[in-house]
Nanobody, 117 residues
Framework: QVQLAESGGGLVQAGGSLRLACTAPRSIFSLYPMGWYRQAPGKQRELVAHLTQSGITNFANSVKGRFTISRDNAKNTVWLQMDSLKPEDTAVYYC???????????WGQGTQVTVSS
């Protein structure tokens, strides 16, 4: 199983910004699309941003225009830049590698993002 590690979460006021980072094993990182997911208390995990190896991005409607996803294959890292944060963005954020649109790596511990109003 592929192990991933997320970092960069924290507590921020509404309207603020955070940048999350995710690292994956170098041997597979550049071979797959990457996705950022989040899970709020009492809700199912949802995909919020997706980035292919060629740079094509896709975002959930709830974050479109506020979040940006990028990757650095040399550093086997994918970032999620989150701007204009809202209290409803509060969740644990996870990353994963994708195959046929589905996550195939092991879920890491995630990183907590809390947005205060």
């Amino acid at each position: 199983q592929v192990q991933l590690a997320e970092s960069g979460g924290g507590l921020v006021q509404a309207g603020g910004s955070l940048r999350l980072a995710c690292t994956a094993p170098r041997s597979i990182f550049s071979l797959y699309p990457m996705g950022w997911y989040r899970q709020a208390p009492g809700k199912q995990r949802e995909l919020v941003a997706h980035l292919t190896q060629s740079g094509i991005t896709n975002f959930a409607n709830s974050v479109k225009g506020r979040f940006t996803i990028s990757r650095d294959n040399a550093k086997n890292t994918v970032w999620l830049q989150m701007d204009s944060l809202k209290p409803e963005d509060t969740a644990v954020y996870y990353c994963n590698i994708l195959a046929a649109g589905s996550p195939i790596g092991s879920w890491g511990q995630g990183t907590q993002v809390t947005v205060s109003s």
